[in-house]
């Protein structure tokens, strides 16, 4: 998947304006059960008939609406939307496919493209059919086999409309909450189990990447991996306990796989013995921009192309979200730019780009993507639909769609290619 890639900017233009490389990716990002809403076959919507956690209902009733949606996102100035498949639908009940539901996402897949939106297709976000939980979820002997079949039999019917699949959305996110935490389903708190579930994510990515290929050698595969900037201070057991962080659950799951990208997901930073405060979003989380940047770096050493398929924040009243959308892609931008592509592109050296390029600032990371999280307000999970993370304010009694002055501002972003 190399490429060589081209910068269009003017020699003169360097100190004012920031670009991305040509062809660059930008987009918003769904998920199934956060916005289609009627899907009642699932581990979550079992759990919400039990009263452990909110219920979906019709969400955004996305299902019937998408191409309202994606009239919103090409309305943007967006070129390419992340969305998942429902398993629960495409697969009611073991070994038996829905081909409705199949056909369903081709007419998806190809509102995508009448729209000029390339689609990035999500495999499984979280959610799991109720047959599947009863054979033991994902601590079943033949999980991976399973989810294997399930991924060869979507690819097989929808493989043709879309070049980049994505098989496991944040395989320890999820895990941790469901066999660790104890506060997803299915509600265990075993670490054992939680480790052994981990281990089955990985065999899973890698016998549905193996089904992929067989299918269609020349698609593209990969995960979206949640990434967390780990830092410490200079106490020596918080620098240790960093290291042990950044290994475990930003390496070790890629480390394990096959892939053909990688797709980052980043939220989080965490500094141990930190004691400085941030500014928060609706959820209390910490606006740490320059923590994607540190991410980055650390996954330039796979030599993989690199989209960030999820980045975000809950922010009800719109006061937050046009400046954290600019201020992660100026460290990104930072990540992209090697000095001497940047002084081959414009004829000079790189001592006269100016002082932030000759520094090391930029460093050469192939991120060839961006996509926010989300195009909608949505069920986020646990919490319900109280998080406002959409660049599209949903009225969830009328279903009306409002687009935000914050959505606005990233399509001035997504229109000039450049900060």
């Not at 909110?54 to 609406?65: E, K, L, N, Q, S």
């Not at 730019?337 to 001592?351: D, N, T």
């Amino acid at each position: 998947m190399a490429r060589q890639v081209c910068y269009n900017f003017n020699v003169e233009d360097l100190e004012n304006k920031k670009y991305f490389p040509n062809g660059f990716v930008w987009g918003s990002a769904t998920a199934s059960y956060q916005v289609e809403g009627g899907i009642e076959n699932n581990d979550w919507a079992q759990a919400a008939r039990d009263g452990r956690v909110p219920a979906a209902g019709r969400a955004c009733d996305h299902y019937i609406r998408y191409e309202e949606d994606f009239d919103i996102a090409k309305s943007l100035s967006q070129n390419a939307h992340r969305f998942s498949i429902e398993w629960a639908r495409v697969e009611p009940e073991e070994g038996k496919f829905d081909e409705v539901a199949i056909e369903h996402y081709r007419k998806v897949l190809q509102a995508l493209r009448d729209r000029g939106l390339e689609p990035f297709v999500t495999l499984y976000h979280w959610t799991l059919p109720l047959w599947f939980v009863k054979k033991g979820s994902w601590l079943a002997r033949d999980s991976h086999e399973i989810f294997g079949r399930y991924c060869g039999h979507v690819v097989e019917g929808l493989g043709d409309s879309a070049k980049f699949w994505i098989t496991i959305n944040e395989p320890l996110v999820f895990s941790s909450h469901g066999y660790l935490k104890g506060n997803w389903p299915p509600f265990k708190k075993n670490l054992i189990s939680w480790l052994r579930v981990v281990s089955k994510l990985i065999m899973s990515h890698n016998v549905a990447y193996k089904k992929i290929k067989a299918v269609n050698p020349n698609l593209n595969i990969g995960v979206a991996k949640h990434n967390i900037n780990f830092e410490s201070n200079k106490n020596p057991l918080n620098w240790l306990l960093s290291r042990f962080m950044i290994w475990f659950w930003n390496h070790h799951f890629l480390k394990s796989i096959k892939q053909d990208f990688i797709g980052l997901n980043y939220y989080f930073h965490r500094k141990f013995g930190d004691k400085e405060k941030y500014e928060k979003n609706d959820m209390g989380w910490d606006i740490y921009p320059k923590g994607i940047y540190n991410v980055l770096i650390e996954l330039k050493k796979y030599s993989k192309p690199i989209y960030i398929t999820e980045n975000g924040l809950a922010d009800a009243v719109d006061t937050k979200r046009a400046k954290f959308i600019k201020e992660h892609l100026q460290w990104v931008l930072r990540a992209i730019h090697p000095v001497r592509s940047l002084a081959h592109a414009s004829g000079v050296s790189p001592k006269d780009l100016g002082e932030a390029t000759s520094n090391g600032v930029n460093d050469g990371v192939d991120v060839r993507g961006y996509f926010y999280w989300s195009l909608l307000d949505n069920f986020e999970w646990a919490h319900g639909f109280d998080p406002r993370f959409g660049l599209v304010e949903m009225n969830y009694d009328t279903l009306e769609r409002k687009i935000r002055p914050s959505a606005y501002e990233y399509k001035k972003i997504c229109e000039s290619n450049s900060i």
